[in-house]
């Protein structure tokens, strides 16, 4: 049984590794001068204006490699960390085929009271010890078989993404003063989802849902990682790994050293751990006397966030609007609570809105037009009352904007390339800078706020030691701390009636706070239940505004600001202790020191991209296709170098069922302007002809025909040159691109000895000029296709050069996507028409699709249509013991029709083109549900497909399968 199950991975890992074997975050800018710092542990590779903070993570990371790894009894070897500091992103991550750890270096305007690259190295480097390990420990014939990617395949099939992340989050707790587990606003969703919505079933919480929110894997794994750790020791997730990377055949690793140490399995421990903490929060929500407000958002049905709230002409609102069945949009609120949509925005930064009087300012992504980490942040204004809109582009990175009183300038956070922090000060109108603020130890500003005359901005601001609220003078240029450094989360700040409201998490959950700037007093003002956030200005009423969590999301509340009922004096805003966090600490060796992070200086050199164009890291015992996630017999090589630039694939492909072999060499380049890709294959190719024999008697006369069928082969070397550019044109709501191509390609046929005489034969050169467009709303989970939209595919393929004529190929194939009746209905419009010309059997394959049901059918002329209306039907959220986690089912009710006119050979094999016309229809429907089988994250498209075809009065039956990829 043992071997049969191992046999059976093993097709499993191969089928699921097509997609992984180029794990791509995407490219940096070509004119980058990268250089490279390599110490004993990390090779640390870097654009070279950005030395001294490599410089900084050098000794940052040489601090955690002493921390990180004690609850899993292993050190990691070394590994390389490629820094992108061009992009907006925040973020970070390990991969593992090849290995190495990529890290975005801007900070954004939500994280804890650390510094950035402290919290990326705590946390990713946990990571590269969960996968060491496993690498480190898998049997030796594993690893010669797959090479790097055994590992990745293995964590894959065995360790779930809220262990890995839970884990991980963690450590960051454990080995800092603070981290997302002591953070009120990362406990905010599970608290309020089991006060009012109760406990989730295991797989729902683990494998999300289509209609309802799910706080995601890093909450549900800090809390299964830590609560267990903190009951049955640190030794248990080590454990955990340690046999997933020692024994990886065995069929349920993770449950079998869960039932050893604490008699539950995954889900049984999930059930305990998160009985426990309703009870635990049940009683600690009883304790508190929560302040009472009203609520003036309209009431929702679906998971909605109200955020950025702010008075409008005094008794409107104007709020940026989020849920799980729409994006984000600006909504104008009524005071009969009624609703509508001021302006639809791109992707917005978090804690980067803000509104004064007719005015709403933000910072947006913008994406780059070619390279993916060169995106930028740009400033927009809208006019609610003119309903103009305004771009500002500024050479650095800026968030969390905010207009002056008198509507003339605008400050804003401001980042370098060099990751320097300023506090900055721009003109509306022409985005010049006018004001520019930076502390001596460069630290990081979150959300500031004018006061009500313009000559001040309050913000807050991030020292080695922590977060507290300070005041800069625009006359003076004094810059005055306020409050006491915390670890606390202090952020959102609004001054009003000579007061600062800000949102505070000291207290263990985030309420909301007003700081005297002249005594520095502070006051609680608002004890939410769950968390209150983005207190804004007071009306003429005296009432101010804020989001109020509930477990349907962020509700507007207002209570009055003169209500002293429930103001309590505050004399300590230290982080106030989380018993969890401590445990967990105590667990480990201690806090890393990252103080005098300048007492070492690392030597630096150049990285030379061609000298590491090639970086072989993985193979197979099979033939991977990575472009048709196909697995066949044969052999696979991989490399990809670390700046992810340069794919190499070779291999030799073995096909069952012709008996044929072929050998192939593909190479990708995405690190100039234009793309280029280039393959070749050369081997056998196979097809059956029918031979007829009779059988005659003494007068010639056939008395018996026998028809049998004829094997044949003959050799083909093809190859492939392609030239595209990627173009990334999206602006705000609209995903837009475009994609010119050129490609070569060369084709030679020979025969052997079993190639019939009659069978083509011969070379041609061929060249294919092909432009895609497409231009697609943005939409959310429930979404089954985009609301609105077009796609436009248009092609030319000929043979100018010297060889065989195949003719031409010209065709032009488009979508249309339109809303349906409801919300998450939509209908989608295929149309394609194509032009042959050729002269030999032997020409170019179809471009447009052909009606379901039918098969390809050679032509001179096709025009397709296919017309598809989805519609969702249920979100039962239902599992079925382990095997299956059924989502969603849905339902598409399809028309195709397709017209052709066909050539046909005459007497002496000479086509005849356009020689008659026919007609294709067809109609059904198709049934299919979203899952997860396994437990596996991937989610899973199953279904089946009823075809009726009018023409021949029958039906006909297809399974629909398909997993995605993405969603890993």
Known sequence: MKYIFSFALIIFIFTNATNAQFFQTGQDPSQIRWRQISTEKFQIIYPEEFGKEAQRLAFILSKVYEYGSKTMNFDPRKISVVLHTRTVKSNGLVAWAPKRIELFTTPHQQIYAQDWLEQLALHEFRHVVQMDKIQSELPFLLKFILGEQAAAIVTGAYLPFWFLEGDAVVTETALSNTGRGRMAAFSMEYRAQLAEKGKYSFDKAFLGSYKDFVPDHYKLGYWMVGKSREKYGAQIWSDVVHKVGNQPFSITPLNSVLKKQTGMNSKQLYNQIFDDLKTYWQKDSNLQSTSSSSVVSPTVK????????????????????????????????????????????????????????????????????????????????????????????SENKLFSPVISPDLKSFAAVEVDPENHFFLSVFDINSGKLMERFHTDDNQYFFTPCWDEKGEKLYVVSLSSKGKYLASYDLQSKHFQQITPVTFGNLKNLVFTNNQIVISADFSGSDHLYSVDPASHQIFRIYEAKFGADYPSAVNSKNQILFSNYSALGHRLSMVNLNDNSNHYKVTDISLKSNKLADNLAAQEKGIPDFANNDSIKYPSKKYSKLGHLFNFHSWAPAYIDVNSYEIRPGVSVFSQNKLGTAETRLGYNYNIADRTGKYSAAFNYSGWFPEIDAELSYGDEASN???????????????????????????????????????????????????????????????????????????????????????????????????????????????????????????????????????????????GYQEKIFNQNHNFSNFVRFPRGFQGFQNNRMYSLAVDYRIPLAYPDISFGKLVYLKRIKTSLFYDYAWLSAPILDQNDKIIPNHYQFEMNSLGVELTSDMNILRFFAPIDLGVRSIYLPDSESFRFELLFSIDFNGL
């Open 689 to 831: 002809y029918y031979q007829i024999t009779n059988t005659l008697n003494q007068q010639n006369q056939v008395i018996r025909s026998d028809t049998t069928v004829q094997r044949f082969t003959w050799n083909e070397m093809t190859a492939d040159f392609d030239i595209r550019i990627p173009l990334d044109l999206s602006r705000g709501k609209h995903s837009v691109a475009l994609f010119p191509e050129i490609k070569y390609s060369f084709n030679k046929v020979t025969h052997n000895k079993l190639t019939p005489d009659n069978f083509y034969s011969g070379d041609y050169h061929a060249l294919t000029y092909r432009l895609y467009y497409y231009h697609l709303l943005r939409q959310t989970s429930q979404n089954l296709m985009p609301r609105w939209g077009h796609q436009f595919d248009v092609i030319f393929r000929h043979t100018p050069f010297i060889g065989n004529d195949l003719g031409s190929l010209s065709g032009i194939q488009s979508v249309l996507y339109f809303p349906g009746l409801t919300k998450n209905d939509g209908i989608k419009i295929y149309q």
């Open 302 to 393: 679906n998971y909605t966030d109200y955020l950025y709230p702010e008075f409008y002409k005094d008794s409107f609102i104007v709020a940026y609007r989020t849920s799980i069945d729409d994006i984000g949009r600006f909504v104008l609120i009524s005071p009969d609570k009624t609703e509508k949509v001021i302006y639809t925005p791109g992707t917005v930064f978090e804690e980067s809105v803000s509104v004064k009087d007719q005015l709403i300012i933000w910072a947006e992504r913008r994406a780059d037009i070619r390279w993916s980490h060169a995106d930028r942040s740009v400033i927009l204004v809208y006019n609610i009352e003119t309903k103009t809109r305004q771009e500002i582009f």
